[in-house]
C-alpha cells in the first residue's frame, strides 16, 4: 500500500519532488565546490585506509573496501578526482531536474555507501534514507520534472527499436 503510494499518488509526487530538490541542490553545490575549488582525493582516501572503520573488537569491518581503496583507487586516482566531482554535480542536476531520476539517485547511493565504508558517517544515512525513498518511488520522484517527458520518449525509442528487432528476425 505504501509503494503504491510512493509510485502512483500525485501528492507522493510534489513531497518526492521537494525531497529531490532538496537532495539535488546538496549534490550539485558538493561537486560545484569540488570543481570550483580544487578538489583532491588522496587524501581522504589514504586517511580512510590508515584509519578504516573498526568493529568493537578493533578488527577492521570493511577489509574488503580498504583493499580496494590502497590496491585499485590510491593508483588510479586522477580518475577518481576527475568522477567524484563531476559524478555529484551531474546526480545533483538530474536530481534538481527530474531527469533520469531513477539513475541520478542511484549513483547517488553507490556514492553514498562509498562514503560510508570509509568512515564518513556525516549526513549520508540521512541521504541514504531519502535515496531509497525516491529509488523506490521510481518515475513518480520525477513526475515533476524533465523525466515527465524524458522516460515515455526513451520507452517509446526502446518499444520501437524492439518491435523493429522482432519483424527483422521474422
Sequence with gaps: MFNTFLREDRISAAILTIIRLYLGYAWFTAGYGKLTGGFDASGYLKNAVANPVKGPDGSM???????????????????FNFIVPWGELLIGLGL????????????????????????TVSHNPTDIFLGFVILTAGFNAGRYGLDYWVVPFIRKTINKKSTNTVKAAA
Excluded: Q
Design 61 to 79: 569491518v570493511y577489509s574488503w573496501y580498504v583493499n580496494f581503496l590502497e590496491s585499485f583507487a590510491l593508483p588510479n586516482i586522477d580518475v
Design 96 to 119: 534538481m531536474l527530474g531527469c533520469l531520476t531513477t539513475a541520478a539517485i542511484f549513483f547517488g547511493l553507490v556514492m553514498n555507501f562509498s562514503f560510508f565504508l570509509a568512515g
